[in-house]
């Protein structure tokens, strides 16, 4: 279905009849990714965990044939339990729910809480599931995405679920995160990302049922051009990472990233380098407290290198930065579930909205603007007056990126 859809648009775009700023970009993924592009969306933004999941809970509340939730980390506590009681009373009313969680970033999540979801109606699919309770032969191949479709409307970002992520651990203060809820025929393609990992996780099929494809609730005249792109393995492309160097690459006045972990491969620090070097304004946002101090100062050492060319780097100390993000001119975007990181490029599974609209990206970029408020700008003199234990530290760490 899909399929035919990428097959026409492909050929629309060859024969130069879609007439677009990024049309080199949206056939690359038609053609790598089966990356359907549709116009029809509007989209809400979601920068604060309780704001989202409120309004996730309510769409769950309100549900009348299914519900489908994907996470990468699902923690058991209260913010769990209070979804897991309304999923099981919609269960109960017949309306299906699934719940897939990754063999890995699922372990916080009871045995005893995954079979009282099953004895109570819900299906649950591990992905990648570990074997005597920490032995995983796929570690390195995550699956990050964090994914939920509720009757027609779609979600996609940066949270996962657990009172961490309301800002309630006081390790970390305020999460700052990105979230997207999605009206229009993007939505369809979520639930395709879906379909394909619970038939990877559980061997069912989901996409030759037409009720979760057809009944995708429409946008209130919403024209907000969306491309969803996917990265993992066997794939030998690196989708998502070749997206990022595409947008950095034609960028002409501004780059705006924001990242928790800032790990980039070559081919990515060569182009944010070449970018700022050529006179484009490239700022870039990592947090200013660790959650996992390998990573944070790994990002230190590329740190480094980007400000000697220029680019502008600042750590945000507003609580801790989980948001996933580019944006460039004022025209395009990209958000979703990944890390400006040679992980998340390379080995996980990865899912983000590429989004083609001047007053969107607009939109976000103020967001990054203010969220500038609660930075510390990070200067090359600051930076070079480090101590000996973070150039030590940074150094060791960054030998072994590619094993975080």
């Known amino acids: 279905m899909c399929e035919n859809i990428a097959i026409r648009q492909i050929d629309e775009l060859s024969k130069h009849k ?49 519900i489908h939730i994907q996470y990468y980390i699902i923690k058991d506590d209260s913010l769990f339990h209070n979804i897991e009681e309304i999923l099981v009373k919609k269960a109960a009313l017949g309306v299906e729910v699934r719940v897939l969680l990754d063999g890995i970033g699922g372990r916080y999540l009871k045995q005893s809480s995954i079979l009282r979801m099953k004895r109570n109606g819900i299906e649950v699919g591990i992905f990648y599931p570990s074997w005597f309770g920490c032995v995983n032969m796929r570690i390195n191949h995550r699956n990050h995405r964090k994914v939920a479709v509720i009757d027609g409307v779609g979600y996609v970002g940066g949270f996962n679920i657990g009172e961490e992520y309301l800002g309630y651990d006081k390790r970390f203060g305020e999460w700052r995160d990105t ?27 989901l996409d030759d049922n037409k009720k979760y494809f057809e009944d995708i609730k429409k946008s209130n005249g919403g024209k907000i051009k ?44 060569d182009a944010i380098k070449s970018a700022s070097l050529s006179g484009v304004e490239v700022k870039i946002m990592v947090p200013g407290t660790p959650d996992h101090p390998c990573v944070f100062w790994t990002t230190g050492c590329y740190v480094g290198e980007v400000l000697a060319a220029g680019v502008k780097v600042y750590r945000y100390m507003g609580g801790f930065l989980h948001a996933k993000g580019l944006m460039a001119d004022g025209k395009i975007c990209t958000f979703g579930t990944t890390n400006a990181d040679i992980r998340s490029f390379s ?41 000996i234990a973070p150039r030590i530290k940074g150094w060791m760490f960054k030998i072994g990126a590619k094993f975080m």
């Not at 990206?361 to 103020?366: A, V």
């Open 347 to 387: 080995l996980n599974f990865e899912i983000n909205a590429l989004i083609y609209d001047k007053d969107f990206t607009i939109k976000m970029e103020n967001i990054f603007l203010d969220d500038l408020n609660m930075c510390e700008e990070v200067s090359g003199y600051r930076y070079k007056c480090r101590g």
């Open 226 to 269: 969306v491309q969803i792109i996917k990265s993992g393995y066997p794939s030998s492309f690196q989708i998502i990472r070749d997206n990022y160097l595409k947008i950095i690459y034609q960028a002409k006045k501004n780059i705006y990233m924001q990242s928790p972990y800032f790990v980039p491969d070559s081919a990515v620090m």
């Open 179 to 205: 979230h997207l809820k999605f009206r229009g025929s993007a939505v369809k393609e979520l639930q395709k990302s879906f379909a394909e990992d619970w038939k990877k996780a559980t061997g069912k099929e």
């Open 18 to 66: 879609y007439k677009a700023e990024y049309a080199d970009m949206m056939l690359f993924n038609l053609c790598s990714n089966d990356a359907v592009i549709s116009d029809d969306n509007d989209i809400e933004v979601f920068t604060d965990g309780r704001k989202k999941f409120t309004d996730m809970i309510y769409e769950m509340n309100k549900a009348e044939k299914y």
